[in-house]
């Protein structure tokens, strides 16, 4: 997450963007295999002692409904598995 100022007003917008995964897993597929997955395997490389990540679930109609920010690796495994 970044904190956002008047100095970076001009700046790309990109550059504001925080990093994101998206780890999407066939319905039928277990989902302790969510750990294989590629785009969480990226994030955990990604991941930082001290930073905070926001899990948001992927339905198409959650309306803000399950999101949940952590900074501890176990935490966010629970929290998606």
């Known amino acids: ?7 970076i007003a ?3 917008p990109m550059k504001m963007m925080p990093e994101t995964y998206i780890v999407d897993l066939p319905e039928k597929m277990c989902a302790s295999k969510i750990l ?3 785009e969480f395997k ?3 490389r990604a991941f930082k002692k001290d930073s905070w990540w926001i899990i948001k679930p992927g339905e198409d109609a959650n309306r803000g409904n399950g999101i949940k920010v952590y900074n501890n ?6 929290c998606i598995i």
């Open 1 to 7: 997450m970044k904190r956002y100022s008047t100095e």
């Open 36 to 38: 294989e997955h590629e």
């Open 42 to 44: 990226a994030f955990q």
């Open 10 to 12: 001009n700046e790309d």
């Open 73 to 78: 690796m176990q935490k966010i495994k629970d």
